[in-house]
């Protein structure tokens, strides 16, 4: 760790009334976290384990939080961190969607393939929006984890660059490139899922 | 990128680069101006932008947030309390 002035070598002693202040400001933020942290464990007891850590440790540095500045950006920086520093490590990437052939993807042009097979221009949308949520989570969770994570927090979450490049430490440049691959690659995925599921037009079985 | 420009704009693909900063809410206030700007006038370009977002949205509603388990409550506030004397 970064050396560190007096202060924070002691544990400093929390008030009841500073724990109802933490309570009343952080815990509305726990169904983003734990969405978050079941897509990034994909295991549901490790993202309980793991937002309660979280809680665990931004309660602690809790003095250390500048009041005023965005408190959900802080919180998901103690979580992101945590997951890459302990939680990934006790997970096996799972056979993965590949992504080295998505680079090129562009769901613009299949879906006015789409558009041109049903004469809709609406469906351009619709196509996407009749997969379940299961399917599209899932597709989320099955994305190499950097592409994920990118995703989670500027699509799902809303962060900024600028934000994730801090929550991530990396440049960015970095955050841009991570999002734009992965987003590729979910599409694709994505748009792969609708073929299988007889939504595209023109292919397999057809919705009536 | 640029097949479906129907008035010849040469400066569908610059634009278009900056298509996802835009989408992202990244794009300085300047730049902003001149792709809404040529969003009205290419339809092309506009469609694409349609999809990105649309894209962009459906992540958005699908995979925010999960309800909390009410153990997980229990335990924070327990894990919580026992920090404080």
Redesign the interface.
Same mark, same amino acid.
């Given at each position: 760790m970064l050396e560190r002035g007096p202060v924070a070598v002691s544990q400093p /002693?929390?008030? #009841?009334t500073?724990?109802q202040r933490? =309570?009343d400001e952080a815990?509305q933020y726990?169904?983003?976290l734990?969405?978050a942290a $079941? +897509?990034m464990t994909r295991s549901?007891a490790d993202a309980?384990d793991l /937002? @309660?850590e979280t809680?665990?440790r931004a309660? +602690?540095s809790w003095h250390q939080f500048e009041q005023g500045t965005n408190l959900k950006a802080w919180l998901f920086r103690i979580l992101t961190n945590l997951y890459i520093t302990s939680y990934r490590r006790k997970q096996r990437e799972p056979a993965m969607v590949s992504t080295a052939d998505s680079e090129d993807f562009d $769901?613009?042009a299949s *879906?006015?393939h789409q558009s041109e097979a049903t004469s809709s221009r609406s469906a351009?949308?619709i196509v996407?929006?009749s997969l379940v &949520?299961e399917d /599209?989570?899932q597709a *989320?969770t099955d994305l190499p984890e950097q592409f994920r994570i990118a995703?989670?927090l #500027? &699509? /799902? =979450?809303?962060f900024?660059?600028r934000e994730i490049a801090d929550m991530l430490d990396i440049p960015i440049g970095t955050v841009?490139s991570r999002?734009?691959r992965g +987003?590729k690659a *979910? @599409?694709k995925a994505l748009m792969g899922l609708a073929a299988e599921r007889g939504l595209l037009a023109g292919e397999g079985k057809r919705g009536s | 990128v640029g097949r479906e420009h129907q008035e010849g704009h040469d400066d569908c693909s610059e634009l278009i680069a900056n298509l996802f900063l835009f989408l992202d809410g990244e794009l300085g206030e300047s730049t902003c101006a001149d792709l809404k700007e040529h969003l009205h006038r290419c339809h092309g370009c506009l469609e694409r932008f349609g999809v990105e977002r649309a894209f962009k949205d459906l992540i958005q509603r699908r995979c925010s947030q999960e309800p909390v388990p009410a153990v997980l409550i229990e335990r924070i506030r327990l894990t919580l309390r026992s920090q404080v004397l």
């Open positions: /002693v929390l008030s #009841a500073e724990l933490f =309570e815990l726990t169904p983003s734990y969405g $079941l +897509r549901p309980e /937002v @309660q809680y665990l309660f +602690r $769901l613009y *879906l006015a351009e949308s996407l929006e &949520d /599209v989570k *989320l995703i989670l #500027a &699509d /799902v =979450e809303g900024s660059y841009m999002l734009h +987003r *979910l @599409q | -």
